[in-house]
């Protein structure tokens, strides 16, 4: 029987060792590609009650109550086409807290994923993500400040459609005329969550605008400059229009516009 050297078995351990770097190699490249394409989800608290909240390697994805996490899986995947798993601990550790906080109405940055969205819903729900809590803003407004004066409607279906409910908050997002509207968790829930911030629906509905003869400005209701008039100095107004036309200039830091 031939003797194999001690050269011919280096070589064969060389030839092993490069294919087994080659498999880690190939198995490493599989296993980020997967991580792509799989989002992570967990449970978290908030002023609805729990939610799941998916999120990406870009961010939070998605937003819903927390029922069966079937459900929650396969709206995920048939609404991004995308899978998600069971998030792992030290995901949860990190960024469970931190969502929480967010939901609390704590000024906590989150990283949020809206590339689901077309390139206008994505301008809109930035512009609702500053919303400050304790305030609310028409239609009209949000459209205006996405660069689509008018498109009211376009709005309210990218409310509809908001990925990320209360991260991005449209249930601050009212009727042209003042009035709660529509909201994806019910009317009901709206009108408890804007309670909750501060906001009386009541109040609104009458005089979705305020004046204050002293500073000759108009501003929403419930903007930060309007909350600080004395009530004895506050006029309600039905419309941004009714106001400027009798000679009051809208606030520059709440910037009321007229409905079409």
């Not at 997967?34 to 998916?54: C, H, K, M, N, Q």
């Not at 396969?74 to 990190?94: H, I, M, Q, W, Y």
């Not at 709005?155 to 459609?161: E, I, L």
């Not at 108009?218 to 039905?238: D, E, L, S």
Request: aromatic content about 4%; charged content about 25%.
């Amino acid at each position: 029987m031939n003797r194999i050297s001690e050269e011919q078995v280096s070589r064969l351990l060389r030839r092993v060792a490069e294919r087994i770097e080659l498999l880690q190699d190939e198995a490493s490249l599989v296993e980020r590609a997967l991580e792509g394409a799989v989002d992570s989800f967990f449970r978290v608290g908030s002023p609805i009650g729990p939610v799941y909240i998916a999120v990406g390697s870009n961010g939070i994805r998605h937003l819903a109550p927390a029922g069966s996490p079937e459900k929650f899986v396969r709206g995920c995947r048939e609404r991004f086409g995308r899978l998600v798993s069971p998030a792992s601990e030290d995901l949860v550790t990190a960024l469970a807290g931190r969502v929480e906080a967010a939901l609390a109405g704590e000024r906590v940055e989150m990283p949020l994923d809206l590339s689901g969205t077309t390139p206008f819903q994505r301008r809109v729900l930035e512009m609702v993500k500053d919303i400050p809590r304790g305030e609310v803003r028409p239609y009209v407004w949000v459209a205006r400040e996405a660069g689509a004066p008018g498109a009211s409607r376009a709005v309210g279906n990218a409310m509809a459609n908001n990925p990320i409910p209360l991260l991005v908050p449209c249930h601050r997002v009212v009727r042209n005329d003042g009035r709660t509207g529509s909201y994806a968790f019910g009317t009901g829930e709206k009108v408890r969550l804007l309670r909750e911030e501060g906001v009386s629906p009541e109040e609104l509905a009458r005089a979705p605008y305020v004046v204050t003869p002293t500073t000759g400005v108009v501003c929403h209701a419930t903007c930060r400059n309007a909350r600080r008039i004395h009530p004895k100095n506050r006029r309600p107004f039905r419309s941004v229009s009714e106001a400027t036309g009798a000679g009051y200039r809208p606030c520059k830091v709440c910037r009321p516009v007229a409905a079409a």
